[in-house]
Structures are given as C-alpha cells and as structure tokens.
C-alpha cells in the first residue's frame, strides 16, 4: 500500500487499521477452528467448521462487494432528492429490506 501524495493521513490510517483488523479476524478464526478440529468433539467441531465458514465467507464476499460497487451505491443515494442525513439513515434500511 503505497501511499499517494495527496492522501490525508487519517486516510492511511484507516487502511492499515482495515488490514489490521482483516488479520485479526482470519488468524482468530483460524485458531478457533483449529482448537476446535483438535478437541475430539465431532458436533463441537462441525459447529465451529460452519461458523468459521460463515465468518470467512461474509467478510471476504462482502468485502469484495462493498469494494466494487461502492461508487455505483453512492452516486445513487447521492443522485436522490432529499436532505442528506434522512437519506444517510434510510439508504441501508431499503437495502438490509428483502
């Protein structure tokens, strides 16, 4: 991650807390799982198999998805009429909605 010359600092920042945390979450998952595979408890382990699946699969898709179609959200909500902050609150609301 190389840093662009006109990048604030607290933009750096965010990246490598980001990165931080991305580490964090993979290495604890994954000692969690192996403590759970080397516990000798079938159902214990097929639990923790299916959680670290999950964990590891929403963080890595939904990551990828924020990434690639951020831009295209924001110019959306950006381009709706309404006061900034009603459309801040409402916006994840229509999307968390099935």
């Given amino acids: 991650m190389e840093r662009a010359p ?3 600092l607290f933009l750096r920042i965010a990246q490598v807390l ?3 945390l991305g580490v964090w979450m993979i290495l604890a998952t994954s000692v969690l799982l192996v403590l759970a ?5 079938p159902v214990f ?8 699946g999950l964990v ?13 179609g951020r831009d295209r ?5 950006g381009s709706l009429p309404g006061w900034w902050p009603v459309k801040l609150v409402f916006s994840p609301a229509v999307v968390g909605v099935p």
């Fill in 6 to 8: 006109n990048q604030p």
């Fill in 18 to 20: 980001i990165v931080c």
């Fill in 56 to 68: 590891l699969l929403w963080n890595v898709l939904g990551g990828i998805l924020m990434y690639r």
């Fill in 37 to 41: 595979l080397l516990s000798g408890k």
């Fill in 45 to 52: 382990g097929a639990v923790i198999c299916m959680g670290s």
């Fill in 73 to 77: 959200v924001r110019q959306f909500v």
